[in-house]
């Protein structure tokens, strides 16, 4: 088999693995929200409307009238999930949309992501 034929395969292969995955990722994102780790999605989507509402690069992880003090920042969590989250409420507004949207998306697009590095 020549080379060229064999990077199709493999890229048609490869193809296949990330929208099987990407499946997988969104299969649930109609689903009820449960309790526990994954349950605190709920959480990094409120951070994130605070994010936005507050115009505050800072983790608020509740709802706040008036704008949020230093000392109710949370910092005990890689940040970015609170900028996705604070993205998606910017795209889809408040909804349960915005919950789990961001995780599906980034799981969908780590495999091409990995594909493409190790390519």
């Not at 969104?26 to 507050?54: D, Q």
Request: hydrophobic content about 55%.
């Amino acid at each position: 088999m020549d080379a060229r034929r064999s990077e199709r395969i493999a890229a048609w292969v490869a193809a296949g693995a990330c929208l099987f995955f990407a499946i997988v990722a969104f299969w649930e994102l109609f689903g009820p929200i449960p309790g526990g780790h994954l349950g605190n999605a709920a959480a990094a989507a409120m951070a994130g409307e605070n994010i936005v509402r507050h115009k505050l690069f800072a983790a608020v992880l509740e709802y706040t009238e008036a704008r949020p003090v230093p000392a109710q920042y949370y910092t005990h969590h890689p940040y970015g999930v609170f900028v996705t989250s604070a993205l998606a409420f910017k795209l889809l507004g408040h909804g349960w949309a915005t919950v789990r949207f961001p995780a599906a998306l980034m799981s969908a697009l780590t495999p091409p992501l990995v594909y493409l590095l190790g390519r």
